[in-house]
């Protein structure tokens, strides 16, 4: 069942439905419905202080498999976002992609990212994907070492040098 929420401060309204998958410490699992998502995407993107251009999120949310979950606190305030979708993996076959995981501030060390990612890996299986790839900043070493930490190799480095 869809519920709405709106978040004290927020112009949109947070459409979604809760997964019958266990929470963690009082927090609760939900996939966001799909008028709502690209406003959410672009929130999410301003508090971990990234971008993404709005025609490549809107590409991406096109896709059939693709899918936004939140982790909702108290309050139905959500807490941290999971972002996937079918993508075009290292080797050239399909995989299932992780285009985005942000926790807020005041929530990040408290396990929410690992748990976000756990439920990246149970859609890519629910989804019929042998693996899951993502990118991950190089100046983002906690990222990095959450990903690590689940078993995620290095595949290709990329560089750059600002002349």
């Known amino acids: 069942m869809w519920q709405e929420r709106q978040e004290e401060g ?20 939900a996939e966001v419905d799909r008028r709502d998502q690209e406003a959410l995407i672009m929130e999410a993107y301003r508090h971990i202080e990234r971008h993404l251009d709005l025609y490549r999120i809107r590409e991406i949310i096109a896709r059939p498999a693709h899918k936004v979950y939140v982790a909702l606190g108290r309050d139905d305030e959500w807490v941290g976002l999971l972002w996937c979708a079918e993508g ?51 100046n983002n070493p906690p990222a990095r070492h959450l990903y690590r930490s689940q078993g995620y190799q290095e595949l290709r480095v990329r560089m750059r040098k600002t002349l």
Do not use: C, Q
Not at 10 to 29: D, N, Q
Not at 113 to 123: I, T, V
């Open 88 to 138: 075009e993996g290292f080797y050239g076959r399909p995989a299932g992609f992780v285009y985005l995981v942000a926790v807020r501030k005041g929530h990040r060390g408290r396990g929410i990212g690992r748990w976000l990612m756990e439920l990246a890996e149970w859609w890519a299986r629910e989804h019929g994907f042998d693996a899951i790839e993502l990118n991950v900043d190089g």
């Open 10 to 29: 927020s112009k949109t309204a947070l459409r979604y439905r809760e997964l019958p998958l266990p929470g963690r410490r009082g927090l609760r699992l």
